[in-house]
């Protein structure tokens, strides 16, 4: 389980203090009444903390209106009383901090705890449920913990909390009312519908909704037991009550009908050793990304009730139960931009680019928003604050924005016109759009990225061709161009004879070049250009690709170890493609590259000599950046053109000047790189001395 990263706040003097107070309590006043604080629990958690630090050393500072120390702190009121107060739970966050609080309960009741009751902490608001001769008559929130308010409106809307019980007892319930995240999903629909914001978070959801009087709408929440009290007329179920361990108890609760949590996968469990409360706390953890409902942590009980009764109450929280919490899975963050994706079958989904931000040990840059239709529906807009979802292994997702943080400035989200993949129309008329092309808008995708500048850089190849070609079906991959047949093409419009020919006449080119290319053509993710070049000299040939493991493939500069396996598994994939290039005619070996020595040949001379004796190439072991203007020999080549002339020559290419850099190829117009190589005393060489240099690495004129 990922350890608590979230420190406190630190408090450095009285004003400071006094502020954090102010924050602390408007935050929970908002929390507590709608849901709607500013604030993630991380970021409350924090401050409380640093508040009830700065406390600790200042005791005789205390503000009466501080949040330590008191239920809800202290944000929270009611004119029903409680027949017992309803308490908060003290925290802890690992396993030694739960050890250091069984022994000092144990202290307290100087005996072994018997027996623990381990459950699910769910996250929702507390209410008591009161049933008179087995009639549901009233719902009181927690409040200030001795009296909440009546919440008697909600009656009927909550799922699992029967208005009449198996028996016709007088009991009053306690428990949790949360939306599952369906209920969250159908609640945020139907309020948007109606015109309102929707709820940041499910909790938030249940919150607004339980208190919220007179809507036009009714939406569903649901009700966990865990625990039930004698009420004044209870009779001798006042005794069993009182007598019960606590897990009968919630036995009991739910044979009169009342929902539990012992329906679902993390059921309470009771267990006797530290140890196994240690155990169903981690298998809860694990459980916790795929519960169809939030929890925030895990509650540990002493399940006795004598166990109980001895160890008593303090004035916030019981003595005898714990909430072991779990890191926070939602935080708020910032909505940067909106990607569109397009799938294998044209799928068109929308990404949310996110101001990273760390959720239960991993940074999260990027959010799932599934459609479009979903975007509209939370309205969500650039730079809106945001609450994001993230737990275990599902994609983090966006829950709502949060609306109260809007500046004014936020953005509309724009939604793309055409494809963004091949520029073809979308088609709409789903929840999730879609590429017209379908599969197809793949294959002109990768047809045109094949055939670009710098991949094959097939002249006269441009996109709308690539869709004719698609379209008619005499592409169905970037090889299919190496067999097209003249007359086929002349069958197309605006396809003369002099555009097919000059067609023709590029892809026969294209055939011959080096396998840096052709490889690059291939898009085998995380691959670019220079990538794909370092790869081709490596290995020389694409036999040898094609014949190399994650494990030889990592030899390659900047690939790792997770890359490898990626790359092997997808030129898997693109055998068919691959063996189609092959059988056209297309180059297949890098010039002047030379291969390594087969698997196994390793520890023989050629291994052993050491680095930069094997070729003697002009740029063995430097590194090199180009900038400004090129001119002589080097006028006509593009920035890509240069680094792989440069490879060739065995130098390494970069674009950004530092200390390591051993030269800069400085053209006219060269700005502040030269300046800093300059400043680093980096060795600067012009264009035609650098030719010079390199001459026998330049391409042939054509
Ligand atoms: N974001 C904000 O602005 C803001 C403001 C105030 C409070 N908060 C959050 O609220 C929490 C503190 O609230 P709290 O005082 O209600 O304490 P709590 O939620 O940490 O713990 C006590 C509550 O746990 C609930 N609970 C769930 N499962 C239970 C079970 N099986 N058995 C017994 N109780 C169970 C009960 O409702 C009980 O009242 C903190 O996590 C804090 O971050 C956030
Ligand atoms: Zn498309």
Redesign the pocket.
């Given at each position: 389980m990922g350890a608590m990263t979230n420190s406190a706040v630190v408090l450095a003097d009285t004003a400071a203090y006094a502020a954090a107070v102010e924050e602390?309590s408007k935050?929970?006043a908002?929390?507590?009444a709608t849901g709607g604080?500013?604030?993630?629990?991380?970021?409350?958690?924090r401050l409380?903390r640093g508040i009830a630090a700065y406390e600790e050393e200042h005791p005789q500072e205390l503000l009466d209106a501080s949040?330590t120390g008191k239920?809800?702190?202290g944000?929270a009121t009611g004119d029903v009383p409680h027949t017992v107060p309803?308490?908060?739970?003290d925290?802890v966050f690992s396993a030694e901090q739960f050890v250091t609080w069984t022994a000092s309960l144990e202290r307290r009741i100087d005996r072994p705890v018997a027996a623990w009751s381990v459950?699910?902490?769910?996250?929702?608001?507390?209410v008591a449920a009161r049933y008179r001769a087995g009639r549901l008559e009233q719902l009181i929130t927690?409040g200030d913990g001795t009296a909440g308010e009546d919440v008697s409106h909600a009656i009927g809307t909550v799922v699992g909390l029967p208005e009449q019980l198996a028996e016709p007892v007088t009991i009053e319930m306690?428990?949790?009312i949360l939306m599952t995240t369906e209920q969250f999903e159908q609640a945020n629909a139907v309020r948007t519908e109606h015109g309102g914001a929707p709820f940041a978070n499910p909790r938030n959801g249940a919150a607004g909704t339980l208190r919220a009087k007179d809507r036009a709408y009714t939406v569903e929440m649901t009700f966990?037991a865990?625990?039930a009290l004698p009420l004044a007329d209870s009779g001798e179920l006042a005794d069993t009550l009182a007598e019960l361990p606590h897990s009968e108890v919630l036995a009991r609760v739910a044979g009169l009908g009342v929902h539990t949590?012992a329906d679902t996968d993390v059921a309470?469990r009771t267990v006797t050793t530290v140890e196994e409360v240690q155990s169903r706390v981690e298998e809860v953890a694990a459980l916790r990304a795929a519960l169809p409902f939030g929890?925030?942590?895990i509650?540990i009980?002493a399940d006795l009730a004598a166990d109980q009764r001895e160890a008593g109450s303090g004035t916030?929280?019981p003595r005898w139960?714990i909430?072991y919490?779990l890191p926070?899975v939602e935080k708020v963050t910032r909505l940067l931009g909106v990607e569109w994706n397009v799938g294998r079958t044209g799928i068109i989904a929308p990404r949310a680019v996110l101001e990273p931000v760390e959720i239960d040990g991993s940074t999260v840059s990027y959010a799932t928003l599934h459609n479009p239709a979903d975007i509209t529906r939370r309205d969500l807009r650039l730079g809106d604050r945001v609450m994001v979802y993230k737990a275990g292994d599902i994609i983090p997702r966006i829950e709502a924005p949060v609306a109260q943080l809007r500046t004014g400035d936020e953005q509309p989200i724009e939604f793309p016109e055409a494809c963004p993949q091949c520029g073809s129309e979308i088609d709409t008329s789903e929840q999730r759009w879609r590429c017209v092309r379908g599969r197809d808008c793949r294959i002109v995708a990768s047809v045109s990225y094949a055939a670009g500048r710098d991949q094959l850089d097939i002249e006269g190849l441009g996109a709308t061709r690539v869709v004719q070609l698609v379209d008619a079906g005499l592409v169905a991959d970037f090889a299919d161009l190496f067999t097209l047949d003249r007359e086929r093409l002349l069958g197309l419009d605006r396809m003369g004879e002099t555009s097919t020919d000059n067609l023709l006449a590029a892809i026969g080119t294209a055939r011959t070049q080096p396998l840096s290319r052709v490889f690059c053509a291939l898009g085998v993710r995380g691959t670019g250009r220079s990538m794909s070049r370092r790869i081709a000299r490596y290995f020389a040939d694409m036999d040898r690709i094609r014949a190399a493991d994650a494990e030889e493939l990592q030899r390659v500069d900047g690939i790792g170890k997770e890359k490898a396996a990626a790359v092997v598994a997808e030129l898997v994939e693109l055998a068919p493609l691959i063996e189609k290039l092959m059988a056209a005619g297309v180059t297949m070996t890098e010039p002047g590259a030379t291969p390594p020595p087969a698997p196994g040949e390793e520890d023989t001379e050629a291994a052993a000599a050491p680095d930069g004796e094997d070729g003697g190439l002009p740029l063995d072991g430097m590194t090199v950046v180009v900038t400004g203007a090129m001119t002589g020999a080097l006028e006509k080549l593009s920035r890509n053109e240069m680094n792989e002339l440069i490879e060739r020559a065995g130098g390494k290419s970069s674009s950004s000047v530092s200390k390591r850099t051993s030269l800069l190829v400085a053209g006219e117009k060269a700005g502040s790189k030269r300046t800093k190589a300059e400043d680093l005393g980096v060795r600067i060489a012009a264009p035609d001395e650098f030719a010079g240099l390199i001459a026998g690495f330049l391409p042939s004129e054509v």
């Open positions: 602390a935050a929970a908002a929390y507590y604080s500013t604030l993630d629990d991380d970021a409350y958690d409380v949040p239920v809800a702190g944000a309803m308490l908060s739970l925290n459950e699910p902490k769910l996250d929702g608001l507390a927690r306690r428990g949790e966990f865990y625990g949590a309470p929890i925030d942590g509650v009980k916030r929280a139960a909430a919490k926070a």
